[in-house]
């Protein structure tokens, strides 16, 4: 990431150059796999029953039939596969410090929260590193897509996805006059792959990531997960 100019007084007029990563697909040449199917003549058993004297009885009768097996055969042919290509973009500095439909930062619980969190702190790092422990050590996680509460209802909860623990810690720093804007990537966990979303803080010329989702992260570290490659950063969220 680079600027055109350093510093936090100077949030309104910086131009801010982001890089993310898309996936692209191509093809290659491979023997690839397929089942070809095949008749066998089988040898089938079946019961008949029949009446005789006046009583039900039951035989066993012989046919035969003919059944479908498989086995695996291979092609030439070719498969898709992806490689991650880098592309810019860019925004002002303003964008991130905007309310948004979900990151509602003049409500009074928000304001009052950030307030007290900031207080005391004689530094923006302070700042935006009380944010976010705060929200690591007092939201509990629970896995959904989409978003269901936004900032304002995530404190009211205090249990959410990644996506509304990330609003409100972006309303949170907004509300404190921190840049922050969200950042999506595909991750790999330990169960499972899947989009995932968490917070990135500016703090004196550098974004600092903020993932409050586990204990295991701490403010500027990501340890719960793996990027596989990045989808985005915004100012708000697309979907």
Known sequence: MQTTSEGDDTFQDTLVT????????YQVGAWLPYYQPYKVKAK??????????GKWRTKWRTKYVYVTKYRLKYYWGYKTLYRYDTRYGQTWMSE????????QISD???????VELSKDKTSVYDKANAIFSWVRDNCDYSFYYNTRYGAVGMLATKNGNCIDHTHLIIALARAAKIPTRYA???CEFST????????EIYVNGDWYTADATSYRNSFGTQNNCE????????AQ???
Do not use: D
């Open 18 to 25: 982001y890089t993310y990563q898309v996936p692209v697909s």
């Open 44 to 53: 089938v058993r079946y019961q008949v029953r029949y009446r005789y004297r």
């Open 96 to 103: 991130y410090l905007k309310e948004t439909n979900n990151c």
């Open 108 to 114: 009074p619980t928000i304001q009052a929260l950030s």
């Open 184 to 186: 999506h990537a595909e």
């Open 192 to 199: 499972m792959t899947v989009g995932h979303i968490w917070a």
């Open 227 to 234: 990027i596989i490659y990045m989808k985005g950063r915004y």
């Open 237 to 239: 969220l697309p979907f």
